[in-house]
């Protein structure tokens, strides 16, 4: 029987674990086939997600564990090269990009934040 590629919803946190410019929500993910640290974050007033990978180096970005707005919170610093990306889209708005970050789809409803998957985007399952 073929894989499923229907979108599915995930529940990923309460809506009030994500404040406007504050700590991220970290989840896992398969892209592309790769396991992968994504974020969530709220600015604005509405929760965003985007893998955790610069496009200017692929490592991670949080400067400390799940922090990754500068100290204004109007911008989402990767603290290895300084690239800044704009927390409502993931593009590149400074520093040593190459593009932008890879977004991933949310909603919210009843208290709820739920991540979306994609054709080249699943869930993390551990191994038995």
């Known amino acids: 029987m073929p894989e499923s590629t229907a979108p599915e919803r995930v529940a990923l946190c309460r809506s009030a674990d994500l404040e406007n410019g504050g700590v991220a929500v970290p989840f896992?993910?398969?892209?592309?086939?790769?396991?992968?640290?994504?974020?969530a974050i709220r600015y604005e007033g509405l929760?965003?997600?985007y893998l955790n990978r610069c496009t200017h180096v692929a490592m991670e970005m949080d400067f400390q564990p799940d922090r990754f707005f500068d100290d204004t919170g109007s911008w989402l610093l990767c603290a290895t090269h300084g690239a800044s990306y704009a927390p409502d889209t993931g593009e590149c708005a400074g520093g040593p990009c190459r593009g932008g970050l890879v977004k991933i789809e949310l909603?919210?409803?009843?208290?709820?934040v739920h991540w979306h998957t994609a054709y080249n985007l699943k869930p993390f399952e551990f191994p038995i």
């Open 47 to 49: 929760p965003h997600a």
């Open 28 to 39: 896992d993910v398969v892209f592309a086939g790769q396991t992968c640290r994504a974020f």
């Open 107 to 112: 909603s919210e409803a009843d208290g709820v």
